[in-house]
């Protein structure tokens, strides 16, 4: 059983939607970047503070504070038995930490599942947010730029685990319980 993984895709492919569901089916922790740099900024942290405007501008946060929230974030108790990492790693930068922090932890990544749909998709769901939750990384141009690092800096790292052998691909089309009951036929 999966037990340690990731769940990587662009902007609007429902990682944070699934990896909800997923963390509760097998019982491990779902931590996402995207949501503590959120809570973060919200809480006017010194870590918000530092995220705030590279989220804003749908720009990847630096490679070194996202590489040390996780390592602290993996070593919480509730990671200790399996987790999701929703949103990271990021790039090529983050996957060499990411093995660095995981052989500390003397742990290995069982699979790497990645969310797939079609770009016009993703900018209808993502502006349909923005309309329901008023995040400020969801306005158009920001949306655009936000599928330009992906493909420039995220689809990169994907390829990596994709040569690695843990790559699972499940198409992101669809109601969320169907995407789920695909995702969930992959990893059984
Ligand atoms: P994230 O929070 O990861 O934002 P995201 O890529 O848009 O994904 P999210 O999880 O929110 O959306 P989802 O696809 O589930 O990152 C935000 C920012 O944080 C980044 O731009 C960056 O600045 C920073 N950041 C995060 N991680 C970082 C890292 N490792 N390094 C550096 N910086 C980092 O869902 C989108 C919408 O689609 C939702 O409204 C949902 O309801 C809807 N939806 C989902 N599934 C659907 C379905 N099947 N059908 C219809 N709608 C669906």
Redesign the pocket.
Known sequence: MTRRMLIV??????????SKKISEELGIVAI????I??ENIKGGTPLGQE?QK??EA????P?SL?NRLIEDRLSWDDAENGFLL??????LT?VEAFDEIIARLGVELDVVLELTAEKEELVS??A??AQ??GRS?DTEDVIRH?LE?FESETSPMIAEYSTRGLLKQVD?????DE?NARIMKELR
Do not use: H, I
């Open positions: 895709g662009p902007p609007g492919a429902g990682k944070g939607t699934q996402s970047t995207g949501d740099f959120r995220a590279y989220v749908g720009n990847l946060v490679d996202t929703d949103g990271y790693p990021r790039n983050q769901r993502l349909k947010r329901q939750e990384d936000r690092v992101g089309l669809g109601a969320v995407v």
